[in-house]
């Protein structure tokens, strides 16, 4: 296992596999947002969890600033590729390394409204994706990772918000953080929403070439024909948030 800081021995530990990891005796450092080997750990038990070579801090070919110029948007997924993500193609463990490297990157904080984490008041700093759309090719590459907290991921994901029952709250954030109108921000949402159906009209292949040059195994995601369903089946597990 890789020891590193105050002679800790870090361990990856996905999300769903925290209890799993805790029973056998790992401990959670908050600084560092990481389980480490604690002193009366079994390590036998937590050795699937011993540490992945690290990634590096841009991933090849990832444009940190695309799109150029942009601050917080709507930007929609179009319906083909609806919760076919980065998280659904590869292991829960890759996807820690990816959020952990994301947040840790920024300083824990919003790349769009700059603010930090804030457990009082449900604000946590999430993992997005930005992609290239290619028309020609019909292909949806992915180009970049940012870190948004929970109120610019909702503005964001406008879809989702809309089916959460969060859109007015979604655009609250929209005008907050561009300094818009609320009229103004209407008008970006349904431009937003008009590009999307344009999109929908096309299946999309996902080029996901960023994660597989940094050595990260993909999970074949479910074919296109295919997408709309485990769309609907995820929609239909979403919670509506007060």
């Not at 947040?103 to 449900?122: A, F, K, M, S, V």
């Not at 561009?178 to 929908?200: D, K």
């Not at 070439?209 to 993909?218: E, F, M, P, S």
Request: hydrophobic share 35%.
């Amino acid at each position: 296992m890789q020891t590193s800081g105050a002679g800790r021995e870090w361990l990856d530990v996905a999300f769903a596999e925290k209890d799993e990891a805790k029973a056998a005796g790992a401990r959670w450092d908050p600084q560092a947002r990481r389980w480490y080997v604690g002193p009366r750990a079994d390590r036998e038990r937590l050795a699937r969890f011993t540490p992945r070579p690290p990634l590096p801090e841009t991933l090849p070919g990832e444009l940190r600033t695309f799109p150029a110029g942009q601050g917080l948007f709507v930007d929609l997924i179009p319906r083909s590729c609806w919760f076919t993500n980065v998280r659904s193609c590869v292991e829960p463990r890759d996807w820690e390394r990816l959020r952990k490297l994301i947040i840790d990157r920024t300083g824990n904080e919003c790349e769009t409204c700059y603010e930090p984490p804030d457990r009082e008041h449900q604000l946590y700093m999430e993992c997005h994706e930005r992609w290239h759309y290619d028309d020609q090719t019909h292909t949806q590459r992915l180009v970049r990772l940012l870190c948004l907290c929970t109120r610019c991921h909702e503005a964001t994901h406008m879809g989702l918000a809309k089916i959460r029952r969060r859109e007015f709250e979604a655009i609250e954030q929209l005008t907050r953080v561009e300094g818009w109108t609320f009229e103004r921000a209407e008008e970006h949402v349904e431009a937003a929403f008009e590009l999307w159906r344009e999109r929908n009209r096309t299946n999309w292949t996902l080029d996901l070439t960023i994660l597989t040059d940094a050595g990260i195994q993909i999970r074949r995601p479910p074919d296109a024909r295919d997408r709309a369903d485990v769309a609907e089946a995820e929609l239909a597990r979403q919670p509506e948030r007060a």
